[in-house]
């Protein structure tokens, strides 16, 4: 197929000299009517492999094709067997993916018991406003209109399955106006908690009941249902001629080549975090402030190349969800790892998202500590080695119930420090691995946390300056509120070095409110569909943290949507 394809109007053109250079950063003007470049950097994107007949040890036919047994994945599947349609569900993995308990929805009836109203266009102001505008307010709308119902359909989807009843509770500690580094930010009241009753791990203790489970409730309840999820069919490419529809895809399984024929193809395979190659050409920047993957293994971005192959558009800016909480021993750089190839560890470390003091390898600090998640993240990729360092004392515990974080980092406040907790005692784990340094004298924490000489001496004087903000009441240099500053004073103290935790890339292919994939000309690709971190037009940057749940909520309700989409079209 002829990738170089002409805009109606105005178009964004992006090619990519090396790998050095990210895709989205070079965006330049054409007139119309005259070819664009749509690869995006054929470095990493390469071209669809040939797959002669021959090798097609299987033909399936369906309906509906959903590709990806994540969260969007999964909830598409549920929908579609409870009513009934003929689809075929699969995934690259042995099995299902996890997801966070943390369902982000707007004006469900859950809401309206607790009395909560939520002004949808004041939160599709603030959504964009995180994005630069350079997202589709049509899309978000999808969610604005959708989630609601679709949390509702959930619960009773759940119940209905289930002998005892889920319950659902909405997060609305932070509701309204927040204070978050010196700045106003809208905190709607959208998180929902289902509470799964009824359902149990089958991946762990059968008596355990299933709190972060929806992924292994969604596909346990698809296999009630009768239907049955291929695992270990990992997408090879889709089935396009010229510029018709999609007609399928083909897939290598374990028993070879199989190719199946679909009038509706539903893409949710995830972003591409796990792709070093797509990462360090299209988000060079989140490279240099990760230590830490917490991404799904199967998000490496095969079907955003999949689709753009046959012709589908792709965002030009890069999005990416990163976490303050990226824990690593002192001496540990951001980045891939020379010896490894892949981030330094697996995991979040909560702590890291707490604004206390942060300083960087010269022990200067950094930044309003009081911010973002991804904030202090970005703002020390620029320093030595992308890394900062957290300071903390023996009052610790006092201090973060003081500091009341939002959403997920609240954990910490609610449960790991709780008022009265001896740091000592909270992480004592991480004292004895080597990764939270503990010390009677701030020289010695120093020394422990890798400064010396002159970046020693920076490190006390900050400590020192730092104290007498707190003193004054009034944080004189970078703005941080007055009830988040907090004396390191007490002895013991506390230290540890930090990077970004990466949960998954945000930028993936343009779609419409429909949730079908467009192409360059922003037509829509017949019988495509995309949704989950596989689509794009939602967020750009960044994640708008507080709105809490958001990810997870739109990757479920665009799930549900999509469905109803195949089935009202």
């Known amino acids: ?322 976490f303050d909480r990226g824990l690593v021993p002192p001496g540990i750089n951001c980045g891939y790892q020379e010896d490894t190839g892949a981030f330094y560890r697996t995991g979040q470390h909560n702590l890291g998202s707490q604004p206390f003091l942060k300083v960087d390898r010269r022990g200067k600090r950094i930044a309003n500590e009081s911010a973002n998640y991804d904030a202090i993240c970005h703002a020390a990729a620029n320093r030595p080695g992308g890394v900062w360092c957290i300071l903390f004392d023996s009052s610790a515990a006092e201090d973060v119930n003081i500091f009341q974080t939002q959403g997920c980092s609240a954990g910490t406040w609610k449960r790991t420090l709780q008022p009265g907790t001896n740091p000592a005692d909270a992480y004592a784990k991480e004292i004895e691995a080597g990764t939270i340094m503990m010390a009677d004298t701030l020289e010695e924490l120093g020394a422990k946390l890798g400064f010396e000489g002159e970046a020693l001496d920076t490190f006390l004087a900050t400590i020192a300056r730092y104290n007498e903000l707190c003193d004054l009441g009034f944080d004189a240099d970078f703005g941080k509120e007055p009830y988040r500053l907090s004396r390191i004073d007490e002895p013991p103290y506390f230290g540890g070095w930090y990077g970004a935790s990466i949960l998954t890339t945000l930028d993936g292919l343009c779609i419409n409110e429909h949730l079908q994939v467009l192409d360059w000309d922003e037509e829509p690709i017949e019988g495509l569909y995309a949704i989950g971190t596989t689509s794009g037009r939602y967020y750009s940057g960044n994640y708008p943290v507080y709105l809490v749940g958001n990810c997870l909520g739109r990757n479920m309700t665009f799930g549900y949507q999509v469905i109803n989409e195949i089935v009202n079209k």
């Open 1 to 322: 197929m002829d990738q170089n394809i002409s805009r109606r109007s105005f178009v964004t053109g992006a090619a990519v000299a090396g790998a050095a250079l990210s895709a989205a950063s070079v965006a330049g003007v054409a007139l119309a009517d005259e070819p664009v470049n749509t690869n995006l950097g054929a470095g990493w994107l390469g071209e669809a492999p040939e797959i002669a007949e021959s090798e097609i040890v299987e033909t399936l036919e369906t309906e509906i094709l959903i590709v990806g047994a994540g969260c969007s994945g999964l909830v598409a599947g549920m929908h579609a067997a409870e009513l009934g349609l003929d689809f075929i569900l699969c995934e690259k993995l042995n099995t299902y993916g996890s997801a966070h308990a943390d369902i982000g929805a707007i004006n469900s009836k859950f809401q309206a018991e607790l009395g909560l109203e939520m002004d949808a266009g004041r939160w599709l102001c603030e959504w964009a406003r995180y994005a630069s505008y350079k997202n589709d307010f049509a899309v978000g709308k999808v969610w604005v209109d959708h989630s609601g119902e679709f949390v509702e359909w959930l619960v009773d989807t759940y119940n209905k399955h289930s002998e005892e009843e889920s319950t659902v509770t909405v997060d609305v500690e932070n509701g309204g106006e927040g204070r978050a580094g010196g700045t106003i930010y809208y905190m709607p009241p959208e998180c929902h908690h289902v509470s799964n009753k009824g359902f149990v791990n089958p991946n762990s203790n059968p008596e355990r009941p299933m709190s972060l489970g929806h992924t292994g409730i969604q596909a346990t309840i698809i296999e009630q249902d009768g239907y049955e999820i291929k695992y270990e069919y990992e997408l090879v490419k889709l089935i396009r001629e010229e510029n018709g529809p999609v007609t399928g895809a083909i897939f290598e399984a374990p028993q070879g080549y199989v190719q199946i024929n679909a009038k509706n193809i539903v893409l949710a395979t995830g972003g591409y975090a796990n792709n070093r190659e797509m990462m360090e050409a299209l988000n060079p920047a989140a490279v240099q402030a990760i230590t830490s993957m917490n991404a799904n293994p199967a998000n490496v971005g095969q079907g955003i190349k999949a689709a753009m192959w046959i012709g589908a558009a792709k965002d030009l800016d890069p999005a990416e969800m990163l």
